[in-house]
């Protein structure tokens, strides 16, 4: 049957589910806290492979992706905090919910749009400036919002995401994502990162593109974001800045720059590997009266993190290789 | 006869220095000709203007009576122009069927919805995209690598995967920008097969930039041969090989007998 | 009374735009030879400010007064050292990888210097007074409405001459046209015998001091310094060196004297204006002239 590999790849996603689901309901290994890492880590798949259909599938330099997740997250969280107040203690409110997370991801999207369209005919290099300097703005924007709690950042949103409704969209996310890299939009936009010239050249309308690219990278940050301030419950725009988006941009590097699968293994493992640091850090701390270890060291240890990956093993872990199973059986 | 391909006193700038001259030619439908000169004498510079990467600082270009002069590239790929490159512009990192169904992207019949949700229009289309692919690389007797990563292909497999992957995209006019370079004589004598039967199997119109006099002498039908962005001579293989400027230029005092 | 306001702005434009010319020129150098965009850039600027802070207290617990003359070269040296070791540990062994991997390395290079500084106990995340005093007394200078600091003046022509130094080495040193030539065309250059690495190394230490120098001037011109205190200079140095024609270094110093001045005018009507003209800057000369005023286009050869 056609779809074997897929029905396949969602029963392990079932059998994961269940199997976490159950252990927390009974806080066996999987107590709050560690769920909490898991819905995290969730949400950083979306951003990362977001991310990665910019830069990896489609070889463009975006280094202000957070900017997209932040307008995500802001508009989600005005509409369900402010505008609607709605919380979950009537499940019929995530009916809103979704569509307050549909229209974050929309606007989102929209602004990829359009920032994508006056700057993609820049220079790899310059690209990344502007890039940068857009998720900056965007940043300093909010914070001189006062409507949605400017420097104090956007508090009480009420908690939509849990472990279901987010397992449920990243899966979906990234579905969505591999069916788009497999198949002729996909072939495009890795055409464009391989040569753009030679593409443009074969019928491609590069320019098109690679706005569809960021346009799509952007809506699916957008998402993340929404789920994001739904889970932690406030947004806030240091949340949003130049540090966030590195910590996606690591994972992608990490994970492989072209490769799902990679995505996914490195935003787990990055997320995890970050709260066992907190947990190092603050260990080293207890036996070192003298010496305060902070939070710094811990951005310490991510710039050589990526220093290294750049260094010793460039293409990451799958560098653009997939699971089998994520690879669509028409593919073979 | 039909004129497929034609340039009009085209010239060219490159901020101070200029490129083309005055260049014209009127290419008729099925014709096999080649242009030939030293190095620097504007013959990829004529195949970039042709193909949209620049705009001409003066004069037209038109394809099948309409004008393209100006157009974007892959808007001419669409009308029916396609090339190859001097430098091998190969994707790389995709594999040797990818190339060829890159080719095939800005003729396929669905949308990116019909991709996220796997209609029949997309199994349809793709079912389509990879028939055609591989049948074109059976042509080039490049199917048994077709999942090879193309980085992997030997040099001379590299130069037919760029002429397969230009064929992908149904050109009426094919421009070839020294195919044969690098190859060794027997290479070069089976692209010279095979450049003639691909003209007659898809009824192209063909235009080749050529170093190697072999190529040139031996499949073309008309040369014209340019020096400085001019055109300095032109005719059947005979004219030329005797003309004098052309010896003086280009071929040396033997005459580009091989 | 306009007039005279604006004066005083103008000069102290020319101040902030001497300050950027010496981290733009380090900026368009390398870029020029290179072609990397060295985020860590303004780092080095930070490195030589430090350096030369720890230098003057060390001197004035011990009594001793440092001369000024060594302090400019120990925040020179720093400058140079930081360069030279980011260029070796992390840029030279991806010279010849994708572009991309060089620009995120430097992104993290710059995160790790910014964050290590921070994070170290001695040095720490908040600001410190420098001791500008301790190391050349302020005098004051007025004329009319207008007030001059010797800072001023020292800022301006320290950087001048640093910037006439250079401009020496680049067009009348037998280096110098070693580096003009490895930025213009690598290959060429190697086949006619420079080695590149060389000259590359010698690029970073010029820039890198010369960045370091800034620190200097900065911390005795605007006495406060913190770890993060290179991001903004750094990135507005950069467009600065993109205004002028990235590479070109005439460019850089032009760029750089537009920059300063337009942001001291545009603070002055405005704090957030000020801080946004720098991006407008970017923003308009990537849409209109991306090759800078003095810079040429470079077709990418098809």
Same mark, same amino acid.
């Given at each position: ?332 | ?170 050109? =009426?006019?094919?421009?070839?920008? *020294?195919?044969? +370079?690098?190859? %060794? &004589?027997? @290479?070069?004598? !089976?692209?010279?097969?095979? /450049? ?27 040369? =014209?041969?340019?020096?400085?962005? *001019?055109?300095? +001579?032109?005719? %059947? &293989?005979? @004219?030329?090989? !005797?003309?004098?400027?052309? /010896? ?11 | ?302």
């Amino acid at each position: 049957m056609r779809l074997k590999r897929d029905i396949k790849f969602l029963l392990y996603c079932l059998i994961f589910y269940i199997a976490i689901f159950s252990l927390n309901r009974y806080q066996i290994i999987i107590n709050d806290y560690i769920l909490n890492i898991i819905n995290l880590s969730l949400v950083y798949v979306i951003l990362t492979v977001s991310l990665n259909l910019i830069n990896g599938f489609t070889g463009q330099f975006s280094i202000g992706h957070m900017g997209f997740a932040a307008v995500g997250a802001y508009i989600s969280g005005v509409l369900t905090t402010i505008i609607w107040k709605i919380n979950p203690s009537n499940p019929l409110n995530y009916f809103l919910f979704f569509i307050a997370l549909i229209i974050g991801s929309i606007a989102s999207g929209l602004i990829g749009f359009l920032l994508g369209l006056p700057t993609l005919r820049l220079r790899g290099d310059y690209l990344a400036i502007v890039t940068l300097g857009f998720g900056e703005i965007i940043r300093t924007i909010i914070n001189n919002i006062d409507y949605v709690g400017g420097p104090r950042g956007l508090l009480g949103i009420p908690k939509f995401s849990n472990f279901t409704v987010i397992f449920i969209i990243t899966v979906m996310s990234v579905l969505i994502i591999r069916n788009i890299v497999f198949s002729t939009h996909g072939r495009a936009f890795k055409s464009i990162r391989e040569d753009q010239v030679a593409s443009e050249l074969v019928g491609v309308n590069t320019t098109k593109y690679k706005v569809y690219a960021f346009t799509i990278g952007a809506f699916f940050a957008g998402l993340a974001g929404g789920l994001l301030c739904h889970l932690l419950q406030i947004a806030h725009p240091t949340q949003y800045g130049f540090l966030g988006t590195i910590f996606v941009l690591i994972m992608v590097y990490a994970g492989g720059m072209g490769s799902i699968s990679g995505s996914i293994i490195a935003a787990f493992g990055l997320t995890f590997l970050s709260e066992g640091l907190r947990f190092l850090l603050r260990w080293i701390d207890n036996i070192t009266p003298t010496i305060t270890v902070g939070i710094e060291w811990r951005m310490v240890v991510y710039s050589a993190l990526l220093i290294i990956i750049m260094l010793y093993r460039n293409e990451g872990l799958m560098g653009k290789r997939e699971f089998k199973i994520l690879i669509p059986e028409e593919e073979e | 006869m039909k004129t497929v391909l034609s340039l009009r006193n085209v010239t060219h700038y490159f901020g101070g220095l200029r490129a083309v001259n005055n260049f014209n030619i009127d290419l008729p439908e099925g014709a096999l000709w080649g242009l030939i000169g030293p190095n620097g004498a504007g013959k990829t510079t004529i195949f970039n203007l042709i193909t949209g990467v620049y705009k001409p600082t003066e004069g037209k270009i038109l394809f099948e009576g309409k004008d393209i002069t100006g157009l974007k590239s892959h808007i001419i790929v669409d009308k029916g122009i396609a090339r190859t490159f001097q430098n091998l512009r190969i994707f790389n990192e995709l594999t040797v069927i990818d190339n060829i169904r890159v080719a095939k992207h800005f003729k396929a019949d669905y949308k990116i919805t019909d991709s996220i949700l796997r209609t029949k229009k997309f199994y349809n289309e793709e079912r389509r995209i990879k028939e055609e692919a591989y049948n074109l690389l059976k042509i080039f007797g490049l199917q048994g690598r077709m999942n090879n990563l193309a980085k992997h292909l030997p040099y001379g497999e590299l130069r037919k995967l760029e002429i397969a992957r230009a064929l992908a995209t149904k050109p =009426k006019l094919l421009l070839l920008d *020294e195919p044969a +370079a690098g190859m %060794n &004589p027997r @290479e070069v004598g !089976s692209l010279m097969e095979l /450049i003639h039967s691909i003209r007659d199997m898809f009824n192209l119109t063909i235009l080749l930039v050529e170093h190697q006099m072999r190529v040139v002498m031996g499949i073309c039908e008309r040369i =014209k041969v340019m020096d400085f962005g *001019e055109t300095i +001579a032109e005719g %059947n &293989p005979d @004219e030329i090989r !005797s003309d004098r400027k052309v /010896i003086e230029a280009y071929l040396g005092s033997d005459g580009g007998r091989c | 009374m306009e007039k005279i306001f604006n004066l005083q702005q103008l000069i102290n434009g020319i101040q902030l735009g001497s300050i950027y010319a010496l981290i733009a020129l380090g900026y368009t150098m390398v870029y020029g030879i290179v072609r990397l965009i060295n985020f860590a850039h303004g780092d080095f600027f930070m490195i030589g400010a430090y350096a030369s802070y720890f230098v003057i207290i060390f001197g004035t617990l011990r009594g001793y007064h440092i001369p000024v003359i060594l302090v400019f070269i120990i925040s020179i040296a720093a400058g140079s050292i930081a360069a030279v070791l980011a260029n070796k540990i992390a840029y030279k062994p991806l010279r010849y990888k994708p572009r991309i991997s060089a620009l995120i390395t430097a992104l993290g290079v710059s995160m790790f210097i910014e964050y290590l500084f921070s994070a170290l106990p001695f040095i720490g995340p908040s600001y410190r007074a420098f001791p500008n005093e301790q190391f050349i007394k302020s005098k004051i200078f007025e004329f009319g409405n207008t007030t001059i600091s010797n800072y001023i003046i020292i800022d301006v022509l320290v950087s001048v001459g640093l910037m006439i130094f250079l401009t020496y080495i680049v067009k009348y040193t037998r280096i110098g046209m070693a580096m003009r030539a490895v930025s213009q065309d690598k290959d060429a250059a190697k086949l006619m015998g420079i080695d590149i690495e060389k000259i590359i190394t010698i690029t970073f230490i010029v820039g890198g001091g010369l960045a370091g120098a800034a620190g200097l001037l900065t911390g005795v011109s605007y006495p406060r310094i913190f770890p993060y205190m290179g991001v903004l200079p750094g990135l507005k140095a950069f467009i600065a060196a993109v205004l002028g024609g990235i590479g070109n270094i005439p460019g850089a110093m032009l760029g750089s004297y537009i920059m300063g001045i337009s942001e001291t005018f545009a603070t002055s009507y405005n704090s957030l204006l000020g801080e946004g003209i720098a991006f407008a800057i970017l923003i308009l000369v990537l849409l209109f002239r991306p090759q800078g005023l003095l810079g040429e286009t470079v077709a990418e050869k098809v």
